[in-house]
């Protein structure tokens, strides 16, 4: 449970499935998070790179955010907590 004024972070990321990660976050939520339709729909090279599912799979939890290579990709927290990362 989050406490006023405590900030949301990620705890976990899985594996799912496609670009389907379920991320834990610290207030308890748990859900799975598609990435596929952001990677998709982007015109940047650097972000369409991530659809290579060798580099989409080098994810990890850094101080409480979800990020790749060293933060060349991430999402806002909040973002991905309420699972909104068009």
């Known amino acids: 449970m989050i406490h006023k004024g405590q900030v949301i972070k990620v705890q976990r990321a899985d594996f799912v ?7 834990t976050f610290n207030d ?3 859900q799975e998070v ?7 729909r982007s015109s940047n090279p650097l972000i369409r790179a991530y659809l290579g599912k ?6 990890e939890v850094n101080d409480g955010d979800l990020e790749w ?3 060349d990709l991430c ?7 309420e699972n909104n990362v068009d």
């Open 34 to 40: 598609d990435f596929y339709p952001f990677l998709s």
């Open 17 to 23: 499935a496609g670009y389907m990660l379920r991320l």
């Open 69 to 71: 290579n060293d933060y």
């Open 54 to 59: 060798a580099k989409f799979m080098q994810f």
């Open 28 to 30: 308890g939520l748990a």
């Open 75 to 81: 999402f806002p927290v909040a973002d991905l907590h």
